[in-house]
C-alpha cells in the first residue's frame, strides 16, 4: 500500500514564528489529507487537498502531486496550534482508505 | 448541528470480554470509517463502510467486527481475540471515500 512520511517529527517554535511541514507520499493519490489533533485526541481536518494550492487564514498548504508532496504551512503561531499534525493519502490506483503518517509534534512556546 | 458522536469517552474491559464501541452521524454520510491510534503514533484503519450493509477489513482488522445495518450507525466490537486492545479508537465518515473525513471525538478502552 502506499506509504506515507512526514517531517519533521517533532518541532518546538517560539509564539509568531512561521513553519512548514512536509509529508511525502509514494504512490499517485485521489485523495490527501491535513489533520490537526489537540491535546483531548480531537482530529480536526484541515485540508482536503489532493491537488494545487489552499489557504485558511493562517494555515495554507499545496500538493505536488506529480513530485508525490504536500506541505502544511503555519504562519504567525500561536500555542493554541500546538498539537499533532497528521497528513493521510489514499492511493489512486486503488480502493483503499487513508493511510495516514506518524505526524509531526508541534509544540508553540509563548 | 451535524456531527459524529462516539460513546462512551471511556471504557474499561476486562480480560476475554468483548465491548462495543458505538459510533453515529448526521451528517448523511455515505462512507464510514473506524481507525486505531497507539501512544505517539498515528492511525491505522480497522474497517470500513461504504454504504449500508457493506462493509470492508482495513489494515487490522483482527479481533474487531462490525456491523452497518443503518447509514447513521457503524458499531465496532472489540472481541477476547483481540490481543492488545488498549487503544484510542476514533471513527470518522465521508460523504464519499475520495473526500475529506470528519472525526468523532474518540473512545479510549483499556483492559483491566
Known amino acids: 500500500g502506499i506509504q506515507v512520511e512526514q517531517s519533521p517529527p517533532d518541532l518546538i517554535l517560539q509564539e509568531g514564528a512561521n513553519s512548514t511541514l512536509r509529508c511525502n507520499f509514494s504512490?499517485?493519490?485521489?485523495?490527501l489529507q491535513w489533520f490537526h489533533q489537540n491535546p483531548w485526541g480531537q482530529l480536526i481536518n484541515l485540508f482536503y487537498?489532493?491537488?494545487g494550492t489552499k489557504q485558511n487564514g493562517r494555515l495554507s498548504a499545496t500538493t505536488v502531486a506529480t513530485e508525490r508532496y504536500s506541505l502544511l504551512y503555519i504562519s504567525s503561531s500561536q500555542t493554541t496550534d500546538s498539537g499533532v499534525y497528521f497528513c493521510?493519502?489514499?492511493?489512486?490506483?486503488?480502493?483503499?482508505?487513508?493511510?495516514f503518517g506518524s505526524g509531526t509534534q508541534l509544540t508553540v512556546l509563548p | 448541528d451535524g456531527g459524529i458522536t462516539q460513546s462512551p469517552k471511556y471504557l474499561f474491559r476486562k480480560e476475554g470480554q468483548n465491548v462495543t464501541l458505538s459510533c453515529e452521524q448526521n451528517?448523511?454520510?455515505?462512507?464510514m470509517y473506524w481507525y486505531r491510534q497507539d501512544p505517539g503514533q498515528g492511525l491505522r484503519l480497522i474497517y470500513y463502510?461504504?454504504?449500508?450493509?457493506?462493509?470492508q477489513k482495513g489494515d487490522i482488522a483482527e479481533g474487531y467486527s462490525v456491523s452497518r445495518e443503518k447509514k447513521e450507525s457503524f458499531p465496532l466490537t472489540v472481541t477476547s481475540a483481540q490481543k492488545n486492545p488498549t487503544a484510542f479508537y476514533l471513527c470518522?465518515?465521508?460523504?464519499?471515500?475520495?473526500?475529506?473525513?470528519?472525526f468523532g471525538s474518540g473512545t479510549r478502552l483499556t483492559v483491566v
Open positions: 470518522a465518515s465521508s460523504i464519499q471515500s475520495a473526500y475529506g473525513y470528519t
Open positions: 504512490d499517485s493519490v485521489n485523495n
Open positions: 487537498i489532493p491537488s
Open positions: 493521510a493519502a489514499a492511493s489512486s490506483g486503488s480502493a483503499r482508505q487513508l493511510t
Open positions: 451528517l448523511n454520510h455515505d462512507a
Open positions: 463502510s461504504q454504504i449500508v450493509n457493506d462493509f
